[in-house]
């Protein structure tokens, strides 16, 4: 498909056949892919992924990768450290 339209876009991609469960939208803006997967969501139709989304898990997946590898060990309870949750640190924070 290849329009600049998020309106026909999000028609296009609910006019796909019931069996198609996802699909992947390139060359749009953020404002406008996350327009039509929010239009697309909300009219029961397939999960839209963009070209942001890819990216966000390519570069977390790369953030977590290189924090394991340099011995960082994983924070539990949120991300928070404890001197911002207000607790006293006992440790470099």
């Known amino acids: 498909m290849t329009t600049g339209d998020p309106h026909q876009l999000t028609e296009r991609i609910l006019g796909l056949p019931t069996g198609v469960s996802a699909v992947f939208v390139v060359g749009v803006g953020h404002r406008e892919s996350a327009s ?44 928070l450290s404890p001197a911002r949750r207000g607790r006293r640190c006992w440790h470099r924070c």
């Open 36 to 79: 039509v997967q929010r239009e697309v969501t909300e009219r029961g139709g397939p999960v839209v992924l963009t070209e942001l989304d890819v990216l966000t898990a390519a570069v977390a997946a790369e953030a977590i990768t290189t924090l394991r590898r340099r011995g960082v060990p994983r924070a539990r309870g949120g991300s």
